[in-house]
């Protein structure tokens, strides 16, 4: 299994951050998050870099019209 923002392999693949919307793995490193442990605490709502841009700019379409 590789990181989605770094391209290396996550080992162990349990110590991956998931993103819910896209299923994409990373290090918990690479998307700014310290530790597993502080990523258990996020990982039912987490979404990645690339979904949360995508998420904001539905919304702010949104709120413009
Ligand atoms: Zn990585
Ligand atoms: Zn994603």
Redesign the pocket.
């Known amino acids: 299994m590789f ?6 392999v ?1 080992s162990p693949v349990k110590s991956a951050a998931v993103c819910i919307s896209c299923e994409t793995n ?2 918990p ?2 998307i700014k998050i310290k530790t597993l442990s502080n990523f258990k605490s996020i990982k039912d709502f987490w979404n990645c870099d690339l979904c949360l841009s995508k998420l904001k700019n539905v919304s702010t379409r949104n709120k413009k019209n």
């Open positions: 990181c989605g923002k770094c391209n290396a996550i990373y290090h490193v690479c």
